[in-house]
């Protein structure tokens, strides 16, 4: 994606975005040169429901049950659920990690050679089938860890408020209308979504309206 090309398209569309934009931190999301599926999903399932600092102490735990700078499904498996728990992770936690290296195994997670070769959509369907993954989680590895360019999280909430933060609307859109919204900033919807975001860190405005 050419960032220069995704911000004169963003701003463009109306000039309130195009002040969002101008005075916030520039989307500067590229894909990962090293994503490694596995790593990425079991490290948010260990955050899910969690503030940053609690996760982060857990999934630190996690991490030093097993050696190397990367997680091995098969030693996974073969963890104790008792250890697993004993880092922190809840019980459902404990079975979705367990499912998540199961299914990297088989082959329905798939690898970063695979991500590459695969659409969205196709992603997203195959992520989605593991226990503890859903939609939200898989857009967020496409945009986050993969970088793709046109990922539209509408069941976002902070998406959904920074949208109603920059157009003065006092309820919330839902996401079948941020779906429909959504399409005047294809093909570069992620870097909609990342001011949006951003958009919760600038100051309130007045006059607002439904």
């Not at 104790?80 to 004993?86: Q, T, V």
């Given at each position: 994606?050419?960032?220069?090309?995704?911000?004169?398209?963003?701003?463009?569309?109306?000039?309130?975005?195009?002040?969002?934009?101008?005075g916030?931190v520039?989307?500067?999301?590229?894909?990962?040169?090293?994503?490694?599926?596995?790593?990425?999903?079991?490290?948010?399932?260990?955050?899910?429901?969690?503030?940053?600092?609690?996760?982060?102490?857990?999934?630190?735990?996690?991490?030093?049950?097993?050696?190397?700078?990367?997680?091995?499904?098969?030693?996974?498996?073969?963890m104790?659920?008792?250890k697993?728990?004993?880092?922190?992770?809840?019980?459902s936690?404990?079975?979705?990690?367990?499912?998540?290296?199961?299914?990297?195994?088989?082959?329905?997670?798939?690898?970063?050679?695979?991500?590459?070769?695969?659409?969205?959509?196709?992603i997203?369907t195959?992520?989605?089938?593991?226990?503890?993954?859903?939609?939200?989680?898989?857009?967020?590895?496409l945009?986050?860890?993969?970088?793709?360019?046109?990922?539209w999280?509408?069941?976002?909430?902070?998406v959904?408020?920074?949208?109603?933060?920059?157009?003065?609307?006092?309820?919330?859109?839902?996401?079948?209308?941020?779906?429909?919204?959504?399409?005047?900033?294809?093909?570069?919807?992620?870097?909609?979504?990342?001011?949006?975001?951003?958009?919760?860190?600038?100051p309130e405005?007045?006059?607002?309206?439904?």
């Amino acid at each position: 994606m050419n960032h220069d090309d995704a911000h004169r398209h963003i701003s463009g569309t109306d000039p309130r975005l195009a002040e969002l934009m101008a005075g916030s931190v520039r989307y500067n999301i590229a894909p990962g040169k090293s994503v490694r599926p596995f790593d990425a999903l079991a490290e948010s399932i260990a955050y899910q429901q969690l503030s940053g600092k609690a996760a982060a102490t857990i999934w630190g735990r996690v991490r030093k049950l097993f050696p190397g700078k990367y997680l091995d499904p098969k030693l996974v498996l073969k963890m104790p659920d008792r250890k697993l728990r004993a880092a922190g992770l809840s019980r459902s936690k404990v079975a979705a990690l367990k499912d998540l290296a199961a299914k990297t195994l088989d082959g329905t997670v798939p690898s970063a050679r695979a991500l590459a070769r695969m659409s969205d959509e196709e992603i997203i369907t195959r992520l989605i089938s593991v226990r503890g993954i859903g939609r939200w989680t898989a857009e967020m590895l496409l945009l986050f860890d993969l970088g793709r360019p046109d990922v539209w999280p509408v069941d976002d909430y902070g998406v959904r408020k920074g949208f109603a933060k920059t157009f003065a609307r006092r309820k919330l859109p839902t996401p079948k209308q941020l779906r429909k919204l959504g399409e005047k900033w294809r093909p570069y919807r992620s870097v909609a979504a990342w001011y949006f975001w951003r958009a919760l860190d600038a100051p309130e405005k007045k006059n607002r309206s439904d």
